[in-house]
Structures are given as structure tokens and as C-alpha cells.
């Protein structure tokens, strides 16, 4: 009995996980996700030029030691390397994507802390 539980289990995590994602989702998310790193890197470099302080530890070091501008290109590769991982191994699976669309819903709270911070 547990072991036929676990079998049906096992066959509709893996249904799951090969699901093929349709392509107005990966376009969806492939665009929310870039958008959401766009948009806190803007919303960062305005909060810092009114003074406002880096609330990321490794980022704050980075600006300390060697500029604003090496964190904003260090966070392009690392995107452009994410975006290019996605892209290579997001055919095989879908949870890749649902791993893309929760980042992007992340760092879109990130801008809006950002954005509450720099209103008030």
C-alpha cells in the first residue's frame, strides 16, 4: 500500500516537472525578471545618490571598496549569466521557470522597499 503511494507520488512529481511551459510564460517571465533587476538597480542607484544606504551587506562592501558602478556590473553578469542558464536549461524543465518567477516577484518587493525608502 505505502509503496504504491509512493510510486503515484513519484510519477506525478515527475508529470510535474516535465510539464512543457508555454511560450507567453517563459516570455512573461523572462521579461518580469529583467525588468525586476532593471528596476532595483534604478531604484538603488536613486536611493544611494540621495544618501541613502545599501541594505545588502556584499553590495555595500563592493561600493566601499570599489564603486557603485562595479556592483551595477557585477549584477549584469550575474543576470546575464541567470538569463543565459535559463534559457540553455529551461526547455527540459519547467520548475526552472517557476524558480525565475518567484526571483522576480522577490526582487519586485525589493523595489518596492526601495521605493517606500526613498518616499519617505
Do not use: P
Request: hydrophobic share 55%.
Amino acid at each position: 500500500m505505502i509503496a504504491t503511494m509512493r510510486r503515484t507520488v513519484a510519477r506525478r512529481v515527475e508529470e510535474a516537472t516535465n510539464r512543457e511551459v508555454s511560450v507567453r510564460k517563459r516570455v512573461l517571465i523572462l521579461v518580469g525578471f529583467c525588468i525586476a533587476q532593471l528596476l532595483d538597480v534604478t531604484t538603488t542607484h536613486i536611493g544611494l545618490a540621495e544618501g541613502r544606504q545599501e541594505l545588502n551587506g556584499v553590495a555595500a562592501w563592493i561600493i566601499a571598496n570599489d564603486g557603485e558602478l562595479a556592483v551595477y556590473a557585477l549584477k549584469l553578469a550575474l543576470v546575464a549569466a541567470l538569463v543565459v542558464f535559463l534559457l540553455a536549461f529551461g526547455r527540459k524543465r519547467a520548475g526552472i521557470w517557476n524558480a525565475y518567477m518567484v526571483a522576480a516577484w522577490i526582487t519586485t518587493f525589493a523595489v518596492l522597499n526601495n521605493l517606500y525608502r526613498i518616499l519617505n
